[in-house]
């Protein structure tokens, strides 16, 4: 069995467990932007002076907020899948060890996870950017960008993530990563508020962030403000560091389950 067909298999796994629950999913995924925007775009949005509003390059903070969050997702959706979820494969549910006794592989039990981490990510940031339409914030048929930009945050994270989850012996490291990883970069990159607002060494640190390249392309293609010449160095950023994280991840997880 190729790698390929064998990461299909493991793909396929996943999805015979969540197509039990997918409506349930894509409702939420509906109803939680649509929260997040009434109360924080239209409330909050509403207390902002016009001389404030050209912080936010002369757009509604409505329409500045909507893709940050949507980038936002992207990055919290595999953090959601990358922890516990691979924890019990490896340890809990034991699936890793059913899979190794077949012709299925470390590598692509790792493709297998990061393409099923893909697919859900990719599926809600299809319905947040129908949310963002029915919101008037899409200004550019270039907004379809968003959902592979928003799989390739997803992605990123996530094999960064399985590289760290492979190496956990329990869950107590998960509850550092919420709380001074993924918190502070869905407070700090950009998602919010502009980065200019920030003192000048806590800029640099937050130009520096995963979340902050994702969120400008996913703000760029949606707003039709996409910079050629930063973009590319957004995109070769997220790039790298899914190749980083999934080579990583497949050394960590050999070296678990070898133990």
């Given at each position: 069995m190729t790698v390929l067909a064998a990461s299909g298999r493991v793909w396929q796994r996943n999805w015979l467990v969540y197509r039990r629950l997918w409506h349930r999913s894509l409702a939420f995924g509906f109803l939680q932007p649509v929260l997040f925007l009434t109360a924080m775009g239209i409330g909050i949005g509403a207390l902002l002076t016009p001389a404030s509003l050209e912080a936010f390059g002369g757009v509604p903070y409505i329409d500045w907020l909507g893709p940050g969050l949507l980038a936002a997702m992207a990055m919290q959706t595999a953090t959601f899948e990358s922890t516990y979820p691979i924890m019990n494969k490896i340890m809990w549910g034991r699936n890793y060890e059913?899979?190794?006794?077949?012709?299925?592989?470390?590598?692509?039990?790792?493709?297998?996870?990061?393409?099923?981490?893909?697919?859900?990510?990719?599926?809600?940031?299809?319905?947040?950017?129908?949310?963002?339409?029915?919101?008037g914030i899409v200004r550019t048929p270039l907004a379809i960008l968003a959902v592979p930009f928003a799989m390739l945050i997803g992605t990123a994270f996530a094999a960064c993530l399985i590289a760290f989850t492979a190496t956990q012996k329990n869950d107590v490291g998960f509850s550092a990563i919420f709380r001074f990883v993924i918190n502070p970069l869905f407070l700090f990159s950009g998602t919010f508020f502009p980065l200019t607002n920030l003192p000048?060494?806590?800029?640099?640190?937050?130009?520096?962030?995963?979340?902050?390249?994702?969120?400008?392309?996913?703000?760029?293609?949606?707003?039709?403000?996409?910079?050629?010449?930063?973009?590319?160095?957004?995109?070769?950023?997220?790039?790298?560091?899914?190749?980083?994280?999934?080579?990583?991840?497949?050394?960590?997880?050999t070296r678990r389950m070898a133990g």
């Open positions: 059913a899979m190794l006794s077949t012709p299925v592989g470390i590598r692509s039990i790792v493709y297998g996870e990061l393409a099923w981490t893909a697919f859900r990510i990719g599926s809600l940031a299809a319905v947040f950017l129908v949310v963002l339409v029915l919101f000048e060494p806590l800029r640099a640190v937050a130009w520096a962030t995963p979340l902050f390249h994702g969120v400008e392309l996913v703000r760029g293609s949606i707003l039709d403000q996409l910079d050629p010449l930063t973009a590319p160095l957004h995109l070769a950023y997220l790039l790298v560091m899914f190749g980083v994280g999934a080579w990583f991840a497949e050394r960590t997880l």
